[in-house]
Each structure stands twice: as C-alpha cells, then as structure tokens.
C-alpha cells in the first residue's frame, strides 16, 4: 500500500513536480469554487460567538438540513446562556429531539452554565476548549477555525475520504487517527485564509466529494487519483 509522504501528495497523475504547488493548486480551485457554492447556513454569521459552539455541537453526526431549524428555534428560545442553564432538562429534550441527540441535552444546559460565569466569552485554545461540556476536539477545531479567529486544522469523516481519494488510499474509521492523514490534513490548512478553505472544504465534501463522488463536475478531477481513474474507467465503458 503506498504511504503518504508528508508534506505533499505522493504522486499525481500529471506528475507535478512540486506538492506544495500541487496543494496550493487544490486550495484555490476550492476556494474559487467556494465562491459560489458556498453555502449560506443561518450560523456562518452568528450574532454571538456563542452561536457558533452550539451550532457545531449540534451539528456532531446529524445532517445539516435537519439542523436548520433546530439551531433556529433553539437561539430563538434562549436568548442568553443564562436563559439556556436555568432551562428545564425536558425543554431542551424538546428542542433538539428531531436530532435524535437527547444526550447532548444535559451538555447544552451545562455549557449554558459556563457560558453564563464566562460572560459569554469562550476560550480560544484547543485544550481550554475541550474542557467545556460537550465539546470534543472536532468541535474544539471546528470552532476555532471558524468562529474564533485561531487557525485549526480540522478532520471530520468527509475530510478523510476526500483526502484519500485525491491519493486513491483505502480508508476505514480508523483513517482519521492516523498520522499521515493528520499531517496531509495539516499541510493542506493554509497558513491564512484558513476559516475560507475550512468552509470551502466542509461544502465541497458535502456537495461534489460525496459517497457517490460527482467526479464528473468536480474542478479537482485532473489533480485527483481516484478521480483520474473514475473518469477513464467510465470513458472506456
Ligand atoms: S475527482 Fe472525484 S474523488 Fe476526486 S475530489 Fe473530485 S469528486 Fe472527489
């Protein structure tokens, strides 16, 4: 099985001769992309940064449309965090049942809780945030990343397939534990721009990247193994 060697992709199909230019390449065909097709969800812009954390947490394994309308009416019932700690375990329940995360129902009372001593404000490191009810180091990243002005590199179920098919590696659940694939993930996160190529790579995994991957109108196909070998096979049929 072919490694992938950090810091750049192994091989490539056109035979690139540099990874870094091969990576910047991918970043701003993303980007470009993320232009318009980004998607406009009522958290991209949170009024509070607060916002932005129950968002992520609420978006942990669920599908995003089904979260649409529970983030609304869960901002539109707790105005404040101290209005979400002194909430009844069962309304909380209730707001986010259509997700099928009652536990997370505790979690978001306790996180109200913080937030409330806090005044709001949330920490702004990797470790500090995991401290906090409910949030888990995707979370942790993801936030960070994207509400808090802290360049994180983040890794979530989608990011893994698509970077491994750009190598054509195999991957399992165990792929997102693995050094080399949190080393590529790391060398793909810009040094700037990192919130843009977060957001422009969560869509685009959720859009093109798929399980059933729309090689066919993908702006990445001629830089992507499995991409040039999905395509050719499907000229040949
Ligand atoms: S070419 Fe296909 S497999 Fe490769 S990134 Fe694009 S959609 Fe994914």
């Not at 901002?75 to 997700?99: H, K």
Request: charged share 20%; hydrophobic share 40%; aromatic share 10%.
């Amino acid at each position: 099985m072919r490694k992938y060697q950090h810091p750049g992709i192994a091989s490539t199909p056109s035979g690139n001769p540099s990874n870094n230019r091969l990576i910047d390449s991918i970043r701003k065909r993303l980007l470009i992309w993320s232009q318009t097709n980004a998607k406009d969800y009522p958290w991209r812009n949170p009024v509070e940064e607060w916002h932005g954390l129950i968002a992520e947490i609420l978006l942990q394994r669920t599908k995003v449309a089904s979260v649409v309308p529970v983030y609304e009416r869960f901002l539109a019932r707790f105005g404040t965090p101290s209005e979400l700690a002194v909430a009844s375990m069962e309304e909380i329940e209730q707001i986010i049942y259509p997700l099928g995360l009652r536990w997370r129902a505790p979690l978001l009372k306790q996180l109200g809780g913080y937030l409330t001593q806090s005044g709001g404000k949330i920490p702004r490191s990797l470790t500090e945030l995991q401290t906090l009810p409910g949030v888990g180091a995707y979370v942790a990243a993801a936030w960070l990343s994207i509400f808090g002005g802290v360049r994180s590199v983040i890794v979530d179920a989608n990011i893994v397939r698509w970077l491994c098919r750009l190598i054509n590696q195999p991957y399992d659940g165990e792929t997102r534990r693995k050094k080399w694939l949190l080393d590529m993930a790391e060398s793909f996160t810009p040094q700037t721009e990192w919130k843009e190529y977060n957001l422009a790579v969560l869509d685009f995994t959720m859009e093109i990247c798929t399980s059933k991957p729309k090689c066919e109108r993908c702006p990445l196909a001629d830089l992507c193994e499995y991409g040039q070998v999905h395509l050719s096979s499907n000229t040949q049929n």
